[in-house]
């Protein structure tokens, strides 16, 4: 069984909520990714935070990034998957949420991120189709 450990990028960082949007951009540009958790001051996922996010959310309507908090931008539930759990679990999870890229959690700890690119690598090209057939009917 391959688990989300194994596919995962590990030491992903988290934009916490009091920091700023233009503080998550600065670090999406730093580390050359294009999503960040969104970690609390309990050191908890509340969500993860887009490229596309701080463009329609934050710049496009005209608001401040630089003043703009980060944890503004939380969903209402975060989705993470377990470091221990089935790559096939992974799947339903990203499936459900309708996310490209979810947070790998160890006992509520951040250790990495998965984005969809890792999950075609692990698994069948038919059943990453399915998902893809999911995130691209939005």
Known sequence: MTTARE???AGADCVRT???AADAARLMTDRGV???PICGKDDKIKGVLTDRDLVVKVLGPGRDAGT???GDLNQEEAATVGADDAVEDVLATMTRYKVRRLPVIDQQRLVGMISLADVARALPESQV????EVLSSE
Not at 129 to 132: A, F, I, K, S
Request: glycine share 12%.
């Open 7 to 9: 596919i995962m990028t």
């Open 18 to 20: 009091d920091q700023t």
């Open 34 to 36: 294009g999503a960040l």
């Open 68 to 70: 703009f908090p980060a």
């Open 129 to 132: 189709g399915d998902l893809v």
